[in-house]
T-cell receptor, first 114, second 111 residues
């Protein structure tokens, strides 16, 4: 999948714990997107970030969820006080700065809440 | 909401061409048609995109009607590994807009 690396691939958390999902974009890509796929459903956009800036977070739940893409290091999607409904596959995609380029996806992190 | 309509499922015999249709009757003049696919448990894979001319790459061909209200993705010689959910997405090219996924077409390639 064109070099987007996500880790961990699988993450198990108990209700109330925090989950941190990491995404390293394709080398040279400065735009990162997070999507969520609930079981048996399609992918839904959550948040779009550029380096050190959140551009669009219209798809992100208002509480417990946050995302960052620091100047150095991977993008992080953080879910605080996880609940059973957070169980899903979380996919990260990246694209270069030039507009209109295809997004390339990682293989996702599968989050399971016990 | 997705601006595209696709059949929920299709079958194709191995070695034959798979033709996947997509309706996008409300597409705007500056919006492109993108195709992605998702093989079970993997991330979506970019296939091809186009504006109004037909496009071809090593994976597939994209045929867009003259009025741009519909398109067809063609996999010329389908293999079992092409079994996946195929998503047709309309997207503007001003900036880097997120993708809006619909339900897609589940293509089953049969031996």
């Amino acid at each position: 999948n064109a070099g987007v690396m996500q880790n961990p691939r699988h993450l198990v958390r108990r209700r109330g714990q925090e989950a941190r999902l990491r995404c390293s974009p394709v080398k040279g890509h400065s735009h990162v997107y997070w999507y969520r796929q609930l079981p048996e459903e399609g992918l839904k956009f959550m948040v779009y970030l550029q380096k050190e800036n959140i551009i669009d977070e219209s798809g992100m739940p208002k509480e417990r969820f946050s995302a960052e893409f620091p100047k150095e290091g991977p993008s992080i999607l953080r879910i605080q006080q996880v609940v059973r409904g957070d169980s899903a596959a979380y996919f990260c995609a990246s694209s270069p700065a030039q507009g209109g380029q295809p997004q390339h996806f990682g293989d996702g992190t599968r989050l399971s809440i016990l | 909401d997705a601006k595209t309509t696709q059949p929920p499922s299709m079958d194709c015999a191995e070695g034959r061409a798979a033709n996947l249709p997509c309706n996008h009757s409300t597409i705007s003049g500056n919006e492109y048609v993108y195709w992605y696919r998702q093989i079970h448990s993997q991330g979506p894979q970019y296939i091809i995109h186009g504006l109004k001319n037909n496009e071809t790459n090593e994976m597939a061909s994209l045929i867009i009607t003259e009025d741009r209200k519909s398109s067809t993705l063609i996999l010329p010689h389908a293999t079992l590994r092409d079994t996946a959910v195929y998503y047709c997405i309309v997207r503007g090219h001003s900036g880097n807009t997120p993708l809006v996924f619909g339900k897609g077409t589940r293509l089953s390639v049969i031996a």
